[in-house]
């Protein structure tokens, strides 16, 4: 457009100087200015960039994924390029999910699904993605609007729904089982599910809909004073699922929304919420393209800057039926796993034995393996956190508290003993 109205400008000057009456000259220069005005306007309008075929590691001022591809060469990623062929949902576009959208929209993912319900506010500005003139669009709206401005190669999907509806919850669960992005992928259309909500009820959903759907998911939440927040990896069958362990609200069926005081709100922080938002999709990229280690809970307290970790094993009596029916298929798949393990230990090639540090044992002492068998890496991986203490004994605990009452079973088979010499005796 720029091109033909600067033509248009060529041709009003040439034709100006031609004309024969010098009194139509006013009349042509007025319309002059009014094209260059247009042109200037055009000229200020955002170009868009066109779509890339392939990425390329090629470094060049123009490559939008030149940065991406370095992590290739810098040897942390085997393949970036896999990238483009996953699919991220993210329900919530809130302050944490609109952050991690942008986020994986610059990284280049493949696909991206988004929900929410809500709309864009003025009071939403103090946090980031969002700007004031989408005031009154809907957050799906808005974010496809500013997401396919930075990266057109990512396929955008967006549902304006309220999942916690039986609707809402189908469409759902259907765009989640959608496969025509990657006809060929295993299990659900979707390599991940992101939670970005900020209630306990969206949670039950998003987490009754990975349990069904057997689908791995990161939830992520930030506190209702803005200083702390958390991210945890849900794995059905093989983690604790949202269920195993409600916070008390859910267990106690309390209804959260009577929880609300009139004309207080919560507090929001952009900080924190990019802190979370950064968290949630770095571990997004370690668990799709499998690179360094993915936190299975990772907390935040802004206040003392401590990033605590822990670990949660599925809760037997979990009341989500579709999370026990999880958990008996991860324990029958065990051998395969152990086999799969196997395989790959070998893969990697046969372990250098160490020699011994001495060759002559005069003494013939032989050190023994101290690790004990059962639960060896149980006492790491059970620390808590400065500040909390188990509400049940650990297994070390009640290994010792079996070990204490051991001396007194021998006393008793010694008396037994004796009377039985005494009985020998007296014969
Ligand atoms: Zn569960």
Known sequence: MEIELNDLITDLQSLNQSLPDPSFRDAFLKIQSHVEHIADLVRSQPVRRTKVKDMSAEVVDNNPYSRLMALQRMGIVENYERIRDFSIAIVGIGGVGSVAAEMLTRCGIGRLLLYDYDKVELANMNRLFFRPDQAGMTKTDAALQTLSDINPDVVLESFTLNITTVDGFETFMSSLKNKSFRPDKQGSGVDLVLS????????????????????????????????????????????????????????????????????????????????????????????????????????????????????????????????????????????????????????????????????????????????????????????????????????????????????????????????????????
Not at 207 to 226: K, R
Not at 268 to 280: D, E, F, N, R, Y
Not at 327 to 355: M, N, S
Not at 380 to 391: F, V
């Open 196 to 427: 970005c909500v900020d209630n306990y009820e969206a949670r039950m959903a998003v987490n009754q809909a990975c349990n069904e759907l057997s689908q791995t998911w990161m939830e992520s939440g930030v506190s209702e004073d803005a200083v702390s927040g958390h991210i945890q990896l849900l794995i059905p069958g093989e983690t604790a699922c949202f269920a195993c362990a409600p916070p008390l609200v859910v267990a106690s069926g309390i209804d959260e929304r009577t929880l609300k005081r009139e004309g207080v709100c919560a507090a929001s922080l952009p900080t924190t919420m990019g802190v979370i938002a950064g968290l949630l999709v770095q571990n997004t990229l370690k668990f799709l393209l499998g690179f360094g280690q993915v936190s299975p809970y990772l907390g935040y307290n802004s206040l003392k800057d401590f990033f605590p970790t822990m670990q949660m094993k599925p809760n037997p009596q979990c009341s989500n039926a579709a999370c026990l029916k999880r958990q008996g298929e991860y324990i029958l798949a065990k051998p395969t796993r152990d086999a799969a393990a196997k395989a790959k230990l070998e893969a990697e090639g046969p372990l250098i034995e160490e020699g011994p540090l001495h060759d002559d044992n005069e003494w013939n002492i032989s050190v023994v393996d101290d690790c004990e068998p059962d639960g060896a890496n149980t006492k790491s991986s059970d620390a808590l956190p400065e500040g909390l203490t188990h509400e049940l004994p650990t297994a070390d605990e009640f290994q010792n508290l079996v070990t204490r009452e051991a001396p007194r079973n021998d006393n008793d088979d010694l008396d037994e003993l004796r009377k039985q010499l005494e009985a020998i005796n007296s014969a």
